[in-house]
């Protein structure tokens, strides 16, 4: 499946109350496909999906496909370090109509890399579904290797894996040794052209809800031969990429989303808004 080149891991958008706000996601979703987004990856970190209960995600999941309405595709974050919790919530995203779903790395119980293959395996064998790993050793602890991802991707359909390892020797041999349909995407916006160099498809990003025009034409001129054009906008957009984690995400693109007039509201606990003196931070750099 073509998940496209610039996908975004989109927030959650909360009203005033701190409860899901469905009228903001549909403003959201249309801002996004108006701004360079490809594929929207939903109810992920960005997402804040573990803050989210098991009916929210399902009613995120809902209405982004009825609002997206086939325009482009919508991958619903369904794993966690619950075997059979991601199980259930992959059979009830699927029901919900998504396109395909994305499988984080278990976090905080350590599996070992045969435990993390059984854990995926048994998940796909559930769905029909496309299958989009996620590894994340900054947030997981563990990193899932360059052998289990290679290893996992015979399997008929995990055909992706959002890496956010940041070592481009670990995805280069994630390339190398996969078929040619299996996609690998960056989970790390300053790493996207780096990623692209060695043979990567694209990026999830956090910072195209702010800057994803840039960024799609960054990826776009390196696809299209142009790679002096694409490395001279990515030292440009560095510093606005590196600033919207200059505070745990996703605090500041919530802030930054709304200095562009886009309410989705705070954040919910434990994360907590940008203090006065993030929020002078961040607006510097958007105004720049």
Request: aromatic residues 4%; negative net charge.
């Amino acid at each position: 499946m073509n998940f496209g080149r610039v996908l975004t891991a989109m927030v959650t958008p909360f009203d005033n109350d701190g409860k899901l706000d469905i009228e903001q996601t549909s403003v959201l979703v249309e801002y996004l496909l108006d701004n360079g987004t490809d594929g929207l990856v939903i109810a992920g970190t960005t997402g804040e999906s573990p803050t989210l209960t098991m009916d929210e995600k399902i009613k995120l999941y809902k209405h982004v496909v009825q609002q997206v309405n086939g325009r482009v595709p919508v991958i619903a974050g369904t794993g966690n370090n619950n075997t059979a919790a991601s199980i259930k919530l992959t059979e009830e995203a699927q029901i919900c109509g998504v396109d395909a779903i994305m499988l984080v790395t278990p976090y905080y119980n350590k599996p070992s890399q045969h435990g993390m293959y059984e854990h995926f395996a048994a998940i796909a064998k559930v769905t029909d579904l496309p299958v989009m790993l996620y590894n994340i050793p900054g947030r997981s602890v563990v990193n899932m290797t360059a052998e289990t991802i290679i290893n996992l991707s015979l399997i008929d359909n995990i055909v992706s894996v959002k890496e956010a390892s940041g070592d481009l020797d670990q995805i280069s041999e994630i390339i190398e040794n996969t078929d040619d349909d299996f996609t690998v995407y960056s989970g790390d916006d300053g790493l996207t052209l780096p990623m692209l160099s060695v043979g990567a498809d694209g990026i999830i990003s956090v910072a195209s809800h702010v800057i994803g025009n840039e960024i799609k034409t960054m990826v776009n001129h390196f696809f299209d031969g142009k790679p002096m054009e694409a490395a001279s906008i990515h030292r440009k957009l560095l510093p606005i990429m590196n600033g919207l984690f200059l505070a745990p995400n996703p605090s500041p693109v919530k802030a930054a989303l709304q200095m562009k007039g886009i309410e989705t509201g705070s954040v919910r606990l434990p994360l907590i808004p940008l203090t006065d003196e993030e929020m002078d931070q961040l607006k510097g750099l958007l105004d720049k």
